[in-house]
């Protein structure tokens, strides 16, 4: 914690963790495995980290799992990939309703394999009634899907004559995204040590805390999703404004 912090009562977590869960690959080349057993080892990193979610208060912890642009890996991996997905859900949704954990979705739905599609329906369904953490699946997801299905949307809205394109704002946009029912993320993690978002959730980290660690996904551990939160904690959310305005703020 800064010393020039003036905090008083505990911190608050952050509502809203999105993380870009990359290195699965890497972290198995490095071992002379199969691309495909880094990812079977990262569905042991998400258990870890939703449970770690959990603990810390988090409300939303949104995964990005699979992109847009990952459909155009080699056909062999994106199949076991998917098939992975109809694995872990089917392995995981008793834990999740034990710890009251309710899943949902972001992405093109229409591009999923239909077996995968109906495990994740009939979890989100069987996960309905938690009211816990929610946990997001961003799955052939990209930001510029989101944002070219939203303009549509909006498009169409002002075509029907239901929509005065004078009346559009900011919040029309996030109303008609595929996360309108959630907080804007606070702090979005990357694991793999790369220094991009890869058309994640372009619109919705506008003012989100960063952090980019060099560890492989699969070898993320709840310490360093702690670590993550800490360093959350220790910057200073200034939206545009100066410091001394956020810390008159503070102090009122
Ligand atoms: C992230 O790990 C998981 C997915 C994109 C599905 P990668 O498979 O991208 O692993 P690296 O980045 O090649 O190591
Ligand atoms: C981002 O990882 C997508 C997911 C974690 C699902 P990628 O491995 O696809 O990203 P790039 O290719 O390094 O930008
Ligand atoms: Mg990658």
């Known amino acids: 914690m800064n010393a020039d912090k003036r905090h008083t009562g505990p911190l608050a977590p952050p509502a809203h963790v999105a993380i870009i869960m990359d290195g699965n690959g890497r972290w198995a080349q490095k071992r002379g495995l199969d691309r ?3 990812h079977v080892e990262g569905v042991n990193t998400v258990r870890r980290i939703t449970e770690a979610a959990s603990k810390a208060g988090v409300s939303y912890l949104t995964l990005y799992a699979f992109s847009t642009e990952n459909w155009n890996r080699p056909q062999q991996e994106v199949d076991a990939l998917m098939h992975l997905i109809v694995l872990a859900i089917e392995r995981e949704t008793p834990d999740l309703i034990r710890n009251n954990v309710r899943l949902t979705m972001i992405g093109d739905f229409t591009r999923m394999p239909t077996e995968a599609l109906e495990r994740l329906r009939q979890c989100m369904a069987d996960t309905a009634h938690c009211t816990g953490l929610t946990l997001c699946l ?3 997801y990209s930001s510029r ?5 939203a303009a549509r949307r909006i498009a169409r809205q002002v075509a029907a004559g239901d929509l005065d394109p004078e009346a ?3 919040d029309t946009v996030s109303a008609n995204l595929a996360t309108a029912d959630m907080p804007d993320p606070d702090l979005l993690i990357r694991t793999g040590g790369d220094m991009r978002v ?10 989100s805390e960063i952090v980019v660690t060099p560890t492989f996904w699969p070898d993320f551990s709840e310490q360093m999703f702690y670590e993550a939160i800490d360093q959350y904690h220790n910057r200073e959310r200034r939206f545009g404004l100066t410091s001394e305005q956020i810390n008159n703020e503070k102090n009122r």
Do not use: P
Request: hydrophobic share 55%.
């Open 168 to 170: 559009i704002t900011a």
């Open 198 to 207: 890869s058309n994640f959730l372009l619109w919705q980290i506008a003012y």
């Open 138 to 140: 961003a799955l052939s």
């Open 36 to 38: 495909s057993a880094g």
């Open 145 to 149: 899907w989101e944002i070219t299905e």
